[in-house]
């Protein structure tokens, strides 16, 4: 797969996994098991988006603490 296509298929799983979590968590609270699990997923496709995304390495830079 290239990677515009890998990075657009990561960007549709972002949105599907972030509808799933909200719905999830109006229906359930925000503390329901099936929620925690659709942000951890969450949580993983997003640091997949940052792999594969060039320009959001940056990102690190730009971190204060």
Known sequence: MSKV???E???DKIEELRK???TAAGQYGLSHPIVL???QEL???HNKFILLNPQSKT???SLTF
């Open 5 to 7: 296509l890998e990075y």
């Open 9 to 11: 298929a990561n960007m």
């Open 20 to 22: 799933k979590m909200v």
């Open 37 to 39: 699990h659709y942000s």
């Open 43 to 45: 949580d993983r496709a």
């Open 59 to 61: 990102w690190e830079r």
